[in-house]
């Protein structure tokens, strides 16, 4: 294939670049290429050309119309064509980043031999208009937001880890869950944005999907489960706190860190026995990030999560109303704390809004559609910026974080404020 990688080596108007790291990035594990090569030769020698015979001109006896020989060059079949003219082709669907929809085109000379690339004197096929350049565009802003969006969470994640870290007087069964929920974030982002900054532009490592980036592909969805994990274990938490008056929170606790670290290790397992086995070689190019119906395996339990937590939240919002409801004496013994309150607001907002991007997605738009850009938007929106949102509702809104920081800050602000010495004078007449 020869012919193929001069594809990818050349440019055209300033966007030869773009198309040289999009072709680079076919994964020949992908189609077959041999069968390909083989369907072409049956192609060429099944049809007579007819642009071998004499020559129609008024003179007979001229010879044969010179013409470009039919070539496979390593993706697409191009016919017999007439010499000065040019021969079209759908572009390939196997290559990521076309558009199976646009035309290739090769250019046959006067002299009956195919263009050859003035750069490497190799015979050159243009697929500089199989890609929408606007669109590749429209990608990589997307990209953009997700890589600030998961920035911006990462910081502020790391942010709130140090504060809740720091005040030790805020050590308590809640913040522990809260810490641990964070953790899961943090880890999910940064390697997020791991794979947008290192593994994104990397088209040769795409292309040949090693065992390490398939392993950042696990990795990274182990933690993107965590994230609903914990959340489910804090709506649980809530709803047992307030439902159940006498319970050992430690051993809650416990059971809730196995099962928030421990669950999604399960189901991650499955996806990945199940993928790697019984996943044909399409699915497993470009380190497993090419959607898939192995990926059920991992939206099914987060809706669940998502669905339970609802359900521990309405029976919250059922148990809060009874409490406030009930008379002065019973309120002042058994009613719910201010700072559950605060917890249970901050769940009651994150719950939805940590689970937007899978409500939405039975209505994802067909590529195309005037929606599709504004759906994008918002899940690239969603899912980047739910560390930040996790962060501020949990820490840097949270009342009791508010008043250690206060507290915090007026022992410095008086600790280095200068002592006036104080003295009483006496004096003798």
């Known amino acids: 294939m020869s012919e193929q990688s001069s594809n990818s080596s050349s440019s055209d108007s300033g966007s030869g670049s773009t198309i040289a790291a999009i072709a680079e990035s076919a994964a020949e594990s992908g189609p077959d290429f041999d069968a390909l090569r083989a369907a ?72 009956g031999e195919w263009f050859k690339h003035p750069l490497n004197n190799k015979t050159w096929s243009n697929y500089t208009t199989c890609v929408n350049l606007d669109d590749l565009e429209w990608k990589h802003n997307v990209n953009l937001i997700y890589e600030v969006g998961y920035g911006i969470s990462l910081l502020a994640i790391l942010l709130s880890l140090a504060i809740l870290g720091y005040f030790k007087t805020l050590k308590c069964a809640r913040i522990t869950l809260h810490m641990n929920l964070f953790a899961s974030f943090a880890a999910n982002n940064s390697l997020w944005l791991l794979w947008y900054l290192m593994v994104m532009p990397n088209t040769e490592l795409l292309q040949d999907s090693p065992a390490r980036c398939v392993a950042l592909h696990i990795n990274l969805h182990y933690f993107l489960l965590t994230n609903y994990s914990w959340m489910l274990c804090e709506g649980f938490y809530l709803h047992t706190v307030l439902v159940s008056a006498f319970i050992s929170e430690k051993r809650l606790v416990k059971w809730l860190i196995a099962f928030g670290w421990g669950s999604p290790a399960v189901v991650i397992f499955v996806y990945s026995l199940a993928r790697g086995l019984g996943g044909s070689a399409e699915q497993k190019i470009h380190c497993w990030m090419s959607p898939t119906d192995y990926d059920n395996i991992l939206v099914v339990p987060v809706c669940i999560s998502m669905f339970l937590n609802l359900l521990f939240l309405c029976n919250i919002v059922r148990v809060v109303l009874l409490k406030l409801n009930a008379p002065a004496s019973i309120q002042g013994s058994c009613g719910p704390s201010r700072t559950v309150l605060q917890a249970f607001r901050a769940t009651l907002l994150l719950v939805p809004l940590l689970g937007l991007q899978y409500i939405v997605t039975p209505f994802r738009p067909a590529p195309g559609h005037p929606w599709e850009n504004t759906y994008e938007i918002i899940s690239a929106f969603t899912a980047s910026f739910q560390g930040l949102c996790v962060a501020t509702l949990f820490c840097f809104f949270n009342g009791e974080v508010i008043a250690q920081v206060k507290r915090k800050w007026r022992m410095l602000c008086f600790s280095n404020r200068p002592r006036t010495n104080s003295y009483t004078a006496t004096q003798f007449f």
């Open 40 to 111: 072409c030769s049956a192609r060429l020698n099944g049809s007579s050309s007819h642009l071998s015979g004499p020559s129609p001109g008024p003179e007979p006896g001229l010879g044969p119309r010179p013409f470009c020989p039919g070539t496979f060059d390593g993706w697409l079949c191009w016919p017999d064509t007439a010499a000065g003219t040019s021969a079209y082709e759908l572009c390939p669907d196997f290559i990521t980043g076309f558009d199976p929809t646009r035309y290739a085109h090769k250019e046959c000379g006067s002299d």
